[in-house]
């Protein structure tokens, strides 16, 4: 069983940046590959970034390629969104996610485990 605990979520202007942490709990987090995922209202939940588990490839949504940036650190058993040059169009709740073994797919079912999800709100 893994808990994600989300924060670093909030309200930023246009052209800014925030940064977004995502907490594991239980063992094996070098087993999980980690998603970012987020959902605007009304809409569906979309994939934003993902990391594997294996050799940390990267897969990112073409919006966000350039200006987002996701990391991860095992000891600390967490993983790092780096949100830079926000628009508003990249306000949402932003979800982490993980998978044992997989790799990084923009599937939400795919995904095991979630957070709860923290807000970005990006001004214009």
């Known amino acids: 069983q893994v808990q994600l605990v989300e924060s670093g979520g909030g309200l930023v202007q246009a052209g800014g940046s925030l940064r977004l942490s995502c907490a594991a709990s239980?063992?094996?987090?070098?087993?999980?590959?980690m998603g970012w995922f987020r959902q605007a209202p009304g809409k569906e939940r979309e994939f934003v970034v993902g990391?594997?588990?294996?050799?940390?490839?990267?897969n990112y949504k073409d919006s966000v390629k350039g200006r987002f940036t996701i990391s991860r650190d095992n000891a600390k058993n967490t993983v790092y969104l780096q949100m830079n040059s926000l628009k508003p169009e990249d306000t949402a709740v932003y979800y982490c996610?993980?998978?044992?073994?997989?790799?990084?797919?923009?599937?939400?079912?795919?995904?095991?485990?979630w957070g709860q999800g923290t807000q970005v709100t990006v001004s214009s």
């Open positions: 239980g063992r094996s987090f070098s087993s999980y590959t």
């Open positions: 990391i594997t588990y294996s050799d940390g490839s990267t």
């Open positions: 996610a993980a998978r044992k073994y997989g790799i990084a797919i923009d599937i939400p079912a795919r995904y095991d485990y």
